[in-house]
Nanobody, 115 residues
Framework: QVQLVESGGGLVQPGGSLRLSCAAS????????MGWYRQVLGKQRELVATITGTGITNYADSVKGRFTISGDNAKNMVYLQMNGLKPEDTAVYYCKLSFLGKDYWGQGTQVTVSS
């Protein structure tokens, strides 16, 4: 069984930065896709960024140039560096792992961008 634990959310002013971390328990090797999604209350969860075990990345247009996803296979960790944060980035951010045909989700971490 794979479990995901996110950390790194919080309150930040517009233009600020945060780094989210996601730790995956269990052995997932390199044959996975991990990603960050976000959800605002009352709206659908949306893709932010994904990364494969071989390092291929994908970003939502709204975060390109501001957010960077990276992974550490040795530690089963995925990170989301968020720079130039805007109030519209405020949401609960979820880590997702897709591995061997199954999807796993973390519990979510709140990111609030406000002055």
């Amino acid at each position: 069984q794979v479990q995901l634990v996110e950390s790194g959310g919080g309150l930040v002013q517009p233009g600020g930065s945060l780094r989210l971390s996601c730790a995956a328990s269990g052995s997932i090797f390199r044959i996975y896709v991990m990603g960050w999604y976000r959800q605002v209350l009352g709206k659908q969860r949306e893709l932010v960024a994904t990364i494969t075990g071989t390092g291929i990345t994908n970003y939502a247009d709204s975060v390109k140039g501001r957010f960077t996803i990276s992974g550490d296979n040795a530690k089963n960790m995925v990170y989301l560096q968020m720079n130039g944060l805007k109030p519209e980035d405020t949401a609960v951010y979820y880590c997702k792992l897709s591995f061997l045909g199954k999807d796993y989700w973390g519990q979510g971490t709140q990111v609030t961008v406000s002055s």
